[in-house]
């Protein structure tokens, strides 16, 4: 009675019922697909967390293996470093005594040195100062000498010019006297000419017509000659002009060497002044680097014994140390050899201890 009442009674509502079911089954199936799915997921992750564990295991005793050899690897190192630092404690002090030798003999040569670069210096400074000193004297005569002749030169201009000035002044009266003179004589002529012709030209009217003549190329020649010496006057104020020029030039050129040489004076004195104080410092450096070596090689000297009787070593727990790897195994292997030699005094010492 249930069955039939669940059943649709029209044929649509019954088809669509059909096809409702038929979903359902499709989506069954589909879920039962993901469900053996996720089955095969889950039984392949237990067998990689199976095969992790066994790997964990595994490490763990790798490791625990490994960090037993490696303490007993640092344990024998240890004891291969307690050797070698006993050697290298009797080589320190060798090489220590040698190297304060060495020191003190280079800190006296130094000092030599020093005393035989001042003497050198000085000797070299004098020189300088005396060649400078000689060369600016020199150099102030030549100054003096160009400033007196530069003087005779002006005072020979100004007498040169009253000269020309005296003889222009000469020659222009000499030449207004004589135009004076051919003015007259020309009035003179002229008025001849104009009187009225009563015979014959007479041979003094011909001759005072050569004489105008004459008169004129005279005159002619008298302002060539003074345009000549026009020229030769402004020739000889250029070329005192020049001189004049030149000697001021030379001057100029004599004190900014003068100059020159005081600055190159004045920076070779401070410089010897610098490289003294540089050589006190130096000496002063030297002294107080000694002093401080010394220092510490005593203070090394009380110290090494309570390091050498009670070492401190740190060896790692097994839980956290880690495997080695070559390169950090053989910084932990002891050298094979040392020196036989002292680097500073060239020395022999005590023969290094060999090691397996």
Not at 236 to 255: C, D, I, L, T, V
Not at 333 to 345: A, E, G, L, R
């Amino acid at each position: 009675v249930d069955g039939g009442m669940l059943i649709p009674s029209s044929p649509a509502s019954r088809e669509q019922f059909q096809k409702r079911i038929e979903s359902l089954q499709q989506e069954n199936r589909v879920l039962k697909m993901e469900l053996e799915t996720y089955r095969l997921r889950v039984k392949n992750l237990q067998e990689e967390n199976r095969a992790l564990r066994q790997a964990s295991v595994n490490i763990q005793a790798k490791a625990e293996q490994e960090e037993e050899f490696i303490s007993n690897t640092l344990l024998k190192q240890i004891k291969t470093l307690k050797k070698e630092k006993e050697t290298l404690a009797l080589n320190y002090e060798q090489e220590e005594e040698c190297l304060t030798n060495d020191l003190s003999r280079k800190l006296n040569q130094l000092r030599q040195e020093k005393v035989q670069l001042e003497q050198t210096l000085e000797q070299e400074q004098e020189a300088l100062v005396n060649k400078l000193m000689r060369k600016i004297e020199k150099l102030e005569a030549e100054t003096h000498g160009k400033q007196n002749n530069l003087e005779q030169l002006r005072r020979e201009k100004v007498e040169l010019e009253n000269t020309l000035e005296q003889e222009q002044e000469a020659l222009v009266n000499r030449l207004w006297k004589r135009m004076d003179k051919l003015e007259a004589e020309k009035r003179m002529l002229q008025e001849k000419l104009d009187q009225p012709v009563s015979a014959p030209p007479s041979p003094r009217d011909i001759n005072n017509g050569d004489l105008a003549a004459n008169l004129t190329m005279h005159v002619q020649h008298l302002r060539n000659e003074v345009a000549k010496l026009k020229t030769q006057l402004l020739n000889a104020q250029q070329e005192h002009s020049e001189k004049m020029a030149q000697f001021a030039m030379e001057e100029r050129h004599g004190r900014e060497e003068n100059k020159r040489l005081q600055r190159k004076l004045q920076l070779e004195v401070e410089r010897r002044e610098a490289l003294c104080r540089h050589l006190s410092e130096s000496e002063s450096s030297l002294e107080m680097d000694e002093e401080r070596y010394f220092n510490e090689m005593t203070y090394s000297w009380h110290a090494r014994p309570r390091a050498a009787s009670s070492p401190v070593f740190h060896i790692p727990s097994p839980s956290s140390s880690r495997p080695l790897s070559p390169g950090s195994r053989d910084a932990f292997s002891p050298s094979t050899h040392s020196t036989n030699k002292c680097p500073h005094c060239n020395q022999y010492l005590s023969s290094s201890l060999s090691l397996p």
